[in-house]
């Protein structure tokens, strides 16, 4: 269990490392990470200009993958993607082709405007997708893809592009930065341009959790999920039998990502991501509201936060907020410790209040006051 929990934490570290700098874009790295341990797909529906190729390769360059990225057009060749032929063989008298640094050698992989590829390319990719083989004339190979992440501007509306759409388990909508948040888009852009990404290896540590997820035991949560299912039928929310059953990886993968080789109620917050369209996610958030209560993730905070908008969600990130304005060197910002203070206090009485953030908050109250020398860190998850 250690090496569990020991993996986890080298993960966290690594969206750490990929998130600096970024606002409002925390919750998708955290997307990516969870549909890789799960081995299934992302696909990110959202506006141009709003970070979606930034995070993908952000996290990529923590993880320490082989990446491969790409912009689909109507004019796309299959050969763009998945690479020519191989001269070699061919003067042999075999067509094979020269996979060098394309897609079939990725460990992440972010192909925007997915839906643009042409009927061939699409084809390709569903091997690629669902069984990680690339065939292609005489070459087969088994292909490392951990994660792919596709993006578009808009859900597709045509039946075949819409199948194919269902084939990435976790749908993510994105929206530009709002208007309270500028002035940190601004001062973390600024800030993340003159900044590398430094890679944490924690490729290894993903494997290690992915590997794991086949021991983790559902039998406990499993009756919330077919209720939590019975209760977005009875909404008009609608899952295919095929979504239903993979959404089982995803609460598996946030449980290993939490650690644990159990599933928890906690765990059932990705359920909202198998939603297919934005629309539904809201109203999900809604009809869940009892059954999201219990949502918590130490390490992904946000993307849980984002799923169930519930007080305990917050929790995590409340934490991490409160540990780095108790790990200022300085006395930290009497504007941040305050704005941290007040969500507490927004969101928790002092009769529901969770031990470890009752702690913080007590830290937190003693350095705006100045009746302590800053603690060089708290000990928080």
Not at 26 to 37: D, F, G, K, R, Y
Not at 148 to 163: M, Q, T
Not at 241 to 255: E, F, T, Y
């Amino acid at each position: 269990m250690t090496a569990i929990s020991d993996a986890a934490r080298e993960l966290r570290a690594a969206l750490h490392a990929a998130t600096t700098g970024l606002v409002g874009r925390e919750p998708l790295a955290e997307l990516i990470v969870l549909a890789a341990v799960a081995q299934e797909h992302l696909l990110v529906v959202g506006p141009p200009g709003t970070g979606k190729s930034a995070v993908v390769r952000r996290v990529s360059q923590a993880l320490g993958g082989r990446y491969f990225e790409y912009l689909l057009g109507r004019f796309t060749e299959p050969t763009e993607l998945f690479g020519p032929v191989d001269l070699r063989k061919l003067r042999e008298g075999t067509v094979e082709t020269d996979v060098t640094g394309m897609l079939p050698e990725a460990d992440v992989a972010f192909l925007d405007e997915v839906f643009l590829g042409s009927t061939a390319i699409l084809n390709t990719l569903l091997g690629v997708l669902n069984e990680r083989r690339f065939r292609r004339g005489h070459t087969q190979l088994a292909c490392p893809l951990r994660v792919c992440v596709g993006a578009a501007n808009a859900l597709p509306e045509d039946e075949a592009l819409a199948a194919f759409a269902d084939r990435f388990l976790l749908h993510a909508f994105v929206e530009p930065v709002p208007d309270e948040q500028l002035e940190a888009l601004l001062q973390g852009g600024w800030r993340s341009d003159f900044q590398t990404v430094d890679g944490v290896g924690a490729m290894a540590h993903l494997d290690l959790l992915s590997r794991q997820l086949r021991e983790v035991r559902m039998d406990t949560v499993r009756p919330a999920l077919a209720d939590a299912i019975r209760q977005l039928r009875a909404a008009g929310l609608r899952l295919s039998d095929r979504r239903i059953v993979k959404a089982q990886r995803l609460i598996g993968a946030a449980a290993v990502l939490a650690g644990r080789l159990e599933a928890t109620r906690a765990d059932l917050w990705p359920l909202r991501y198998v939603l297919p369209t934005q629309q539904a996610q809201l109203q999900a958030r809604d009809v869940l509201k009892d059954l999201f209560a219990h949502a918590e993730h130490p390490h992904l905070r946000f993307a849980v936060e984002d799923a169930a908008m519930q007080p305990l969600s917050r929790v995590g990130r409340l934490l991490a907020q409160a540990q780095a304005c108790l790990e200022v060197a300085e006395k930290p910002e009497r504007a941040a410790v305050e704005s941290v203070l007040r969500e507490i206090d927004a969101n928790f009485s002092a009769e529901q209040l969770p031990a470890e953030l009752a702690a913080v908050r007590e830290q937190l109250l003693a350095r705006a006051r100045g009746d302590i020398a800053p603690t060089g860190g708290a000990t928080l998850q």
